[in-house]
Nanobody, 123 residues
Framework: QVQLVESGGGLVQAGGSLRLSCAAS????????MAWFRQAPGKEREFVAA????????SDADPMKGRFTISRDNAKNTVYLQMNSLKPEDTAVYYC????????????????WGQGTQVTVSS
């Protein structure tokens, strides 16, 4: 079993920045991808970004490209999401996810999920 704990969410004004973290513990794998998804009230869960084990493979969703950067520290089993130039439409609960294998934009392909962290961007 893998436990994922997100942190770093909060309230920020439009144009501001936040850095989310997600630490994995429990069962470890030799090759796993980590990703961020988000879900706004009344909307479906949306892919944000994903990163492979080597860190060289990412797949950023177009709405966030250029503003959000995903990175990981394998020694700490932690993935980060740096969010800049935040907009009110970025308001959502942000979830961290893990899957064995390469990164994917498809939520159903992820095996483990965190509890989520709220990000609220005021206008």
């Amino acid at each position: 079993q893998v436990q994922l704990v997100e942190s770093g969410g909060g309230l920020v004004q439009a144009g501001g920045s936040l850095r989310l973290s997600c630490a994995a513990s429990g069962r470890t794998f030799s090759n796993y991808a980590m990703a961020w998804f988000r879900q706004a009230p009344g909307k479906e869960r949306e892919f944000v970004a994903a990163i492979g084990w080597s860190g060289s493979t990412t797949s950023d969703a177009d709405p966030m490209k250029g503003r959000f950067t995903i990175s990981r520290d394998n020694a700490k089993n932690t993935v980060y999401l740096q969010m800049n130039s935040l907009k009110p439409e970025d308001t959502a609960v942000y979830y961290c996810a893990v899957r064995v294998g390469g990164p994917s934009r498809v939520a159903d392909r992820y095996d483990y999920w965190g509890q989520g962290t709220q990000v609220t961007v005021s206008s």
